[in-house]
C-alpha cells in the first residue's frame, strides 16, 4: 500500500510515497482511507522539531470506510468512518492507503458529509473541545483568542462566540478582519476583533487562549486569571508570573470528542473548513503551502 513517510528529517523534499505492508486484519478495525488531513503538528515533526521513531508516516486525521470490522466492534464492513490517531505516541500515521485502529477511537460520519470534509475535522475540532473542557468557569469573565483564523481557533471561535454570558475579543491577521468581523455578527457573545497585539494591554482579560504562539501576551492576563496555549514551542515561561494559571493543552484521542465535533459540522454549529485536495505524490507541496503561512482552509491528502 501506498503511504506518506520519511526516512530522515528535513525539508518537504523529505517526503515520499513509500510501499508498505497492509495492516493485518486483527482484533483492530482497518480503515481504507479516504482522505487524511495536514496539520502543523505533522511539519514539526518532519523538519525534526518533534523527534519521532524513523521511519515514519505522517498525519494524524482520516475518513473513510470500514475494510475489517472485528467481531464486538460496532462497525460492519463498507461503514464510513473518522478517526484521529495520536501519531507521535502511536507511532500510527494515518496518511496510509490502509490504516488499523482501535474501534474505541472512531466515528460515524454524518449523514451528507463528504469523507474529504471529514478528514479536515478530527485533530483541530478535538483539541478546541478539550481546550475549552478545561477552562475554569468562563461566565462573566473577559477572554482573549489568539489565532481565530487558524484550524483550532476557528473550532474555538464558533464556540466561545456562541457564549452570551462572556465577552470574548478576537485577535487575527489584518487581512481576516473584515470576514471574521461578520462572522460574529449576530452571534451572542459581546467583543472586538483585534488585529494589532501591541494595543493590548497587560491585565486586560481573566483568560487567553492562544492558538497561534504568541507568548508576549502572557503579560495580557490579569492575576489570578489563566493562560492557556496549544503551542509548546513558541510559550511563555510560566515562572515569569506564578500569579497565572498556566496550561499547555494536550489532545488525547477521544471518540465521544470526535463525534461531538463532526456532529457540530454537519448541524452548522462548527467550523466547515473549505478543503483543498491533493494526491498522496504532492505531499510536499501541501507543506510548502502549509510552511508558507496565510493559507485558509484544510489541506487533504488522497491516495
Same mark, same amino acid.
Given at each position: 500500500?501506498?503511504?506518506?513517510?520519511?526516512?530522515?528529517?528535513?525539508g %518537504?523534499?523529505?517526503l515520499? *510515497?513509500l510501499e508498505l505492508p497492509?495492516?493485518?486484519a486483527?482484533d !483492530?478495525?482497518?480503515i481504507k482511507?479516504?482522505?487524511?488531513?495536514?496539520?502543523?503538528?505533522d511539519? $514539526?515533526t518532519?523538519?525534526g522539531l518533534i523527534?519521532?521513531?524513523?521511519?515514519?508516516?505522517?498525519?494524524w486525521?482520516l475518513?473513510? @470506510? *470500514?475494510a475489517?470490522?472485528? $467481531?464486538?466492534s460496532g462497525?460492519r @464492513?463498507g461503514d464510513?468512518v473518522?478517526?484521529?490517531?495520536?501519531?507521535?505516541? @502511536?507511532?500510527v #500515521?494515518s496518511m496510509a492507503e490502509?490504516v488499523a485502529?482501535?474501534?474505541?477511537?472512531?466515528?460515524r460520519v454524518? !449523514?451528507g458529509?463528504s469523507?474529504?470534509?471529514?478528514?479536515a475535522l478530527?485533530?483541530?475540532g478535538?483539541?478546541a473541545?478539550q481546550?475549552l &473542557?478545561g477552562?475554569?468557569?468562563?461566565? #462573566?469573565?473577559?477572554?482573549?483568542?489568539?489565532?481565530?483564523?487558524?484550524g483550532v481557533? #476557528?473550532?474555538?471561535?464558533a &464556540?466561545l462566540?456562541?457564549?452570551?454570558?462572556?465577552v470574548?475579543?478576537?485577535?487575527v491577521?489584518p487581512?481576516d478582519?473584515?470576514?471574521?468581523q461578520?462572522?460574529?455578527?449576530g452571534?451572542?457573545?459581546d467583543?472586538?476583533v483585534?488585529t494589532?497585539p501591541?494595543?493590548i494591554?497587560?491585565?486586560?482579560?481573566d483568560i487567553?487562549i492562544?492558538?497561534?504562539?504568541? %507568548?508576549?501576551?502572557?503579560d495580557?492576563? &490579569?492575576p489570578?486569571g489563566?493562560?492557556?496555549t496549544?503551542?509548546p514551542?513558541?510559550?511563555?515561561t510560566?515562572?515569569d &508570573?506564578?500569579d497565572?494559571a498556566?496550561?499547555?493543552?494536550?489532545?488525547?484521542?477521544?471518540r465521544?470528542d470526535?463525534?461531538?465535533?463532526a456532529?457540530a459540522? $454537519?448541524?452548522? @454549529?462548527?467550523?466547515?473548513?473549505?478543503v483543498?485536495?491533493?494526491?498522496f505524490?504532492?505531499?510536499?507541496?501541501?507543506?510548502r503551502?502549509?510552511e508558507? #503561512?496565510g493559507f485558509?482552509g484544510?489541506?487533504?491528502?488522497?491516495?
Open positions: 500500500m501506498k503511504a506518506v513517510g520519511m526516512t530522515r528529517t528535513g %518537504p523534499e523529505v515520499e *510515497v497492509e495492516p493485518e486483527g !483492530d478495525l482497518v482511507t479516504a482522505a487524511a488531513a495536514v496539520n502543523p503538528v511539519l $514539526a518532519r523538519s523527534p519521532t521513531k524513523l521511519p515514519a508516516v505522517l498525519g486525521d475518513a473513510g @470506510t *470500514v475489517h470490522a472485528p $467481531a464486538g462497525f @464492513t464510513r473518522l478517526a484521529m490517531t495520536a501519531q507521535l505516541g @502511536t507511532g #500515521g490502509y485502529f482501535g474501534a474505541e477511537h472512531v466515528a454524518p !449523514d458529509m469523507l474529504t470534509d471529514a478528514a478530527p485533530l483541530a478535538v483539541t473541545v481546550l &473542557r477552562t475554569s468557569d468562563r461566565r #462573566g469573565k473577559r477572554i482573549l483568542l489568539i489565532g481565530a483564523q487558524g481557533g #476557528g473550532h474555538l471561535a &464556540r462566540l456562541g457564549e452570551a454570558s462572556a470574548t475579543d478576537l485577535l491577521r487581512a478582519r473584515a470576514e471574521w461578520e462572522l460574529r455578527s452571534l451572542p457573545a467583543g472586538a483585534l494589532d501591541a494595543h494591554a497587560a491585565g486586560t482579560y487567553v492562544d492558538a497561534a504562539g504568541a %507568548p508576549d501576551l502572557f495580557a492576563v &490579569r489570578q489563566a493562560f492557556l496549544i503551542t514551542f513558541s510559550a511563555p510560566p515562572a &508570573r506564578p497565572v498556566y496550561t499547555l493543552v494536550g489532545v488525547e484521542m477521544d465521544d470526535l463525534t461531538a465535533v456532529d459540522a $454537519a448541524r452548522g @454549529t462548527a467550523p466547515h473548513p473549505e483543498t485536495v491533493l494526491p505524490e504532492e505531499a510536499a507541496e501541501a507543506h503551502r502549509l508558507r #503561512g485558509r484544510k489541506l487533504v491528502l488522497v491516495p
